[in-house]
Structures are given as C-alpha cells and as structure tokens.
C-alpha cells in the first residue's frame, strides 16, 4: 500500500490541525494503521493508533485527550484530529499500517512516506 499525508502547516498554540493520510490499493481496511512523528534531533514515535475496522483507539501519553484518530475506510482514508496543539508536537508526521504486540504498537513496514510537517508556534 503507498500513503500520501498531507494536512499539515504551522499553527500557535492552542489550535487545531487535522492530518490526513490518503492510501492506494484495496488492502487498506485489512491493516490497522499508526501515526508516528519524528521532531528534530529525535527518533520515530508511536503517537496514534486505529484497528482495522475503527473499532479500538489507542494513544501516546502525551496526546492522549487532545488527538483522536479515525479512519473512513470507504475512502482508503486515515485521520488525525489534532486539538489543543503544543509547541512540542512539532515534528513531521507519518502514517503506516502498524502491528501491536500487547500494547504497544510498531509500524509494518520499513519504508515511509514523504509525512507532513507540522509546526505549533508558542
């Protein structure tokens, strides 16, 4: 499956973004999904996390409350509903079909899209 994110900018403190992460082929709703981002100086990280279906949600601690994930999988589409958004959520976002081992959630592929930046001003 190749994605597309896309929805990012640069926004003050406080405000909104919503992510979309648009994928090709006919397997999307087969794979349960993951947002991870990547600040500067630092390594990839788990932020988002959906099943196949929409049925289960799990977040990052530091997101947890403010970001909401979704997925229309009618139109092979992912989301992230950013709210509340702070300076430390800056970072390039991405999306990929995830696993989960217990709770913990780990991308599937090794190969990325080009993610989608997001820049929160103080």
């Known amino acids: 499956v190749q994605l597309v994110e896309s929805g990012g900018g640069l926004v003050q403190a406080g405000g909104s973004l919503r992510l979309s992460c648009a994928a090709s082929?006919?397997?999307?709703?087969?794979?349960?999904m993951g947002w991870y981002r990547q600040a500067p100086g630092k390594e990839r990280a788990f932020v988002a996390g959906?099943?196949?279906?929409?049925?289960?949600?799990s977040y990052a601690a530091s997101v947890e409350g403010r970001f909401t994930v979704s997925r229309d999988n009618a139109k092979n589409t992912l989301y992230l509903q950013m709210n509340s958004l702070k300076p430390e959520d800056t970072a390039v976002y991405y999306c990929?079909?995830?696993?989960?081992?217990?709770?913990?959630?780990?991308?599937?592929?090794?190969?990325w899209g080009q993610g989608t930046q997001v820049t929160v001003s103080s």
């Open positions: 959906i099943s196949w279906n929409g049925g289960s949600t």
């Open positions: 082929g006919r397997t999307f709703s087969s794979y349960h």
């Open positions: 990929a079909p995830s696993f989960t081992v217990g709770t913990v959630w780990y991308a599937s592929s090794g190969s």
